[in-house]
Nanobody, 114 residues
């Protein structure tokens, strides 16, 4: 059984930082492309960042220079370090694992507000 479990979402003030974690089980983690997506109320789910099995990364323009995706294959975990958070970063953040088949986590809420 495949499971992706996200954690780290919280309420944070503008300019603050958070680190999200996503731990996977039931898959050969190291071969999967791991990604973070987000969905704000009334909007479509969008790619935030992804990390391939070869270590290359890709970011949405809106988060470049502020967010960093990384992975620890020994821990089956992918991280999203989010700095200089803005109110428009408020969303439910989802973890995705993809290798032919895609798997999603349940999501974690990030709220950026003063």
């Amino acid at each position: 059984q495949v499971q992706l479990v996200e954690s780290g979402g919280d309420l944070v003030q503008p300019g603050g930082s958070l680190r999200l974690s996503c731990t996977a089980s039931g898959i050969s983690f190291s071969i999967y492309v791991m990604g973070w997506y987000r969905q704000a109320p009334g909007k479509q789910r969008e790619l935030v960042a992804e990390n391939t099995s070869g270590g290359s990364t890709n970011y949405a323009d809106s988060v470049k220079g502020r967010f960093t995706i990384s992975r620890d294959n020994a821990k089956n975990t992918v991280y999203l370090q989010m700095n200089s958070l803005k109110p428009e970063d408020t969303a439910v953040y989802y973890c995705k694992a993809q290798y032919f088949t895609s798997y999603w986590g349940q999501g974690t809420q990030v709220t950026v507000s003063s």
